[in-house]
């Protein structure tokens, strides 16, 4: 079975950063494209970020480029999303996702 399990999440100020991790298994990890979502409370799903296989052609939500990072390392089975400059609107449950798989979330909160 696909597992997808995030972690990282947390409170922070705005302007500040938390890196996310995501811990994959039950597939061939380097073969497949990954991404993050997440879903700000009384929202619905949002699409953050993907990276393809390789981990060379990454990409992001608008409000969100250029200060999100996703990374992964094919090596551990683990995919990151680097989040700096947070903001408010940025506080959401993440999710690591694989096609319409989606694993068990970790919560970003910004305050003030």
């Known amino acids: 079975d696909v597992q997808l399990q995030a972690s990282g999440g947390g409170l922070v100020q705005p302007g500040g950063s938390l890196r996310l991790s995501c811990a994959a298994s039950?597939?061939?990890?380097?073969?497949?494209?990954l991404g993050w979502a997440r879903q700000a409370q009384g929202k619905g799903v949002e699409w953050v970020s993907s990276?393809?296989?390789?981990?060379?052609?990454?990409m992001y939500r608008g409000s969100v480029e250029g200060r999100f990072t996703i990374s992964r390392d094919n090596a551990k089975n683990t995919l990151y999303l680097q989040m700096n400059s947070l903001k408010p609107e940025d506080s959401a449950v993440y999710y690591c996702?694989?096609?319409?798989?989606r694993g068990q979330g970790t919560e970003v909160t910004v305050f003030s």
């Open positions: 039950g597939f061939i990890f380097s073969n497949y494209g």
């Open positions: 990276i393809d296989a390789g981990g060379t052609i990454p």
């Open positions: 996702v694989k096609g319409s798989s």
